[in-house]
């Protein structure tokens, strides 16, 4: 089977740098993602891992650890619009079917100024 | 290009009443996939069609949901009868086989029974 823990919420200072945990469980890993997810909107493409170590991209970093079912989202120099959802998802081969997002439960940041 | 449309934007029925979501991916993108997003929850996969063939609807409640995508290109999921654990928003989302981008996703269906 397949599980995806990351924290519920998560608050943070305007400027600040704050790091979104995820650890899973998947049994035909075949990459992670984190999507950002505004209120009322769709989810939207942030980062992709699929081998260990660091992804960056811009104010945005991710990490992963296959050995250890672990990922995380470091968010730098915080805006207020980054006020939103971040979601991790695997990619499961489970079953054979390819391209397959598995998602966690969100992580819903709040910004402050 | 065209992002995945969906329609409508907002549906708010009766329970026991049927309701239907349409989708139309990004032309040429072989995979579509059908989420159910519980308010406070991450999407939930109900089903994935590659082409025109099911490959995964494990996790579809077929007693009451059914899905199609003939023709290969937009699909239909249906809701018949609803109920009041069906409220959520429905989001449909497309990829081209084997892309490492995930998906793009629409903008979503937010279904309310009443």
């Known amino acids: 089977g397949q599980n995806i823990d990351q924290p519920t919420e998560m608050t943070a200072t305007e400027g600040a740098i704050v790091q979104i945990n995820c650890t899973y469980q998947t049994s035909g890993f075949n990459g992670l993602f984190w999507y950002q997810q505004h209120a009322g909107e769709a989810p939207t493409f942030l980062s992709y891992?699929?081998?260990?170590g660091l992804e960056e991209k811009g104010r945005f970093s991710s990490f992963l650890s296959r050995s250890k079912g672990y990922s995380y989202l470091l968010l730098k120099e915080l805006q207020m619009k980054d006020s939103a959802s971040y979601l991790c998802a695997v990619r499961d081969r489970e079953g054979g079917a390819t391209n397959k997002l598995i998602f966690g439960t969100g992580t819903l940041l709040a910004v402050q100024p | 290009e065209a992002g995945v449309a969906q329609s409508p934007r907002y549906k708010i029925i009766e329970k026991r009443q049927s309701v239907a979501f349409w989708c139309n991916p990004i032309?040429?993108?072989?995979?579509l996939y059908w989420y159910q997003q519980i308010l406070g929850q991450g999407p939930k996969l109900l089903i994935q069609?590659?082409?025109?063939?099911?490959?995964?609807d494990s996790q579809l409640p077929k007693d009451r949901f059914s899905a199609e995508r003939l023709k290969g290109v937009d699909s239909t999921l249906k809701i018949q009868p609803a109920k009041l654990e069906d409220s959520a928003v429905y989001l449909c989302?497309?990829?081209?086989?084997?892309?490492?981008?995930?998906?793009?996703f629409g903008s979503g269906t937010r279904l309310t029974v009443v």
């Open positions: 069609f590659q082409n025109n063939g099911v490959v995964d």
């Open positions: 032309s040429g993108h072989a995979t």
């Open positions: 989302a497309s990829s081209l086989h084997g892309t490492v981008l995930g998906y793009t």
């Open positions: 891992n699929v081998l260990d």
